[in-house]
Every structure is written in structure tokens, then in C-alpha cells.
């Protein structure tokens, strides 16, 4: 069974960082990708940072360039979201996803694409 639990959220003051921790199992990541998303009141859930593991590489795509960094460790099956620079406007409830189809034949992190989710952490950011 897929499990992903998340942790690290909280509040934080505007321009500060954060790192999300996504603790994942029952699954290994090669031929998987692990994605970050989020969900503001009142809004679509919208992509923020997603990796793939094949072959024994690793690639990603990080929508919030230079303010948002994803990365993992397989070994511990732990994929990270650095939060730089943070702006109020990132205030949400982040998502981390697994699935098969992640970055396998799109550039870009679509919410359909990841079967397992787990169930979120608040972050918010005050001016």
C-alpha cells in the first residue's frame, strides 16, 4: 500500500524559507514520480515542483523557479520542498502525490497523473 505522509508546514513571515518533507512507502522510486502541489482557499490545486526517479537518475521540474526547489533521497524515500522567499501569496495546503505517469511523457506536474496523495500540510505565510 502507497503511503505519503507530509510534515514541516507551519506559519512563516514573508521572505523567510521552509522545507516540506514528504515520507513515502510501499513503493520504490524508480519508474516513479513524486510530485508537490497546492491548494489555496477558493482555488484550483495547482502544480509547484516534480521529480522523476528511472534508471537510476533523477530529473524535476520546479514551476516556482528559484524560490521553490524539489529534491529526494531514495534511500530514505523522502522527497523535500525548499520554500525560499516566501510571498503571502503561497499561503496553502501542500500536497505530495505519487504515480507512474509523472514527467513520463509531459514536462510539467498534472494532478492526474499521481494516483496516491497524502493529506496535506497548511503553510502559511504572513506579511
Known amino acids: 500500500e502507497v503511503k505519503l505522509v507530509e510534515s514541516g508546514g507551519g506559519l512563516v513571515q514573508a521572505g523567510g524559507s521552509l522545507t516540506l518533507s514528504c515520507s513515502a512507502s510501499g513503493f520504490t522510486f524508480d519508474d516513479y514520480a513524486i510530485a508537490w502541489f497546492r491548494q489555496a482557499p477558493g482555488k484550483e490545486r495547482e502544480g509547484v515542483s516534480c521529480?522523476?526517479?528511472?534508471?537510476?537518475?533523477?530529473y524535476s521540474l520546479d514551476y516556482m523557479k528559484g524560490r521553490f526547489t524539489i529534491s529526494g533521497d531514495n534511500a530514505k524515500s523522502t522527497v523535500y520542498l525548499q520554500m525560499k522567499y516566501v510571498r503571502p501569496e503561497d499561503t496553502a495546503v501542500y500536497y505530495c502525490?505519487?504515480?507512474?505517469?509523472?514527467?513520463?511523457?509531459?514536462?510539467?506536474?498534472?494532478?492526474?497523473?499521481?494516483?496516491?496523495w497524502g493529506q496535506g500540510t497548511q503553510v502559511t505565510v504572513s506579511s
Open positions: 502525490a505519487a504515480g507512474q505517469r509523472g514527467l513520463e511523457s509531459n514536462h510539467a506536474c498534472y494532478p492526474w497523473e499521481y494516483n496516491d
Open positions: 521529480m522523476r526517479w528511472s534508471g537510476g537518475r533523477s
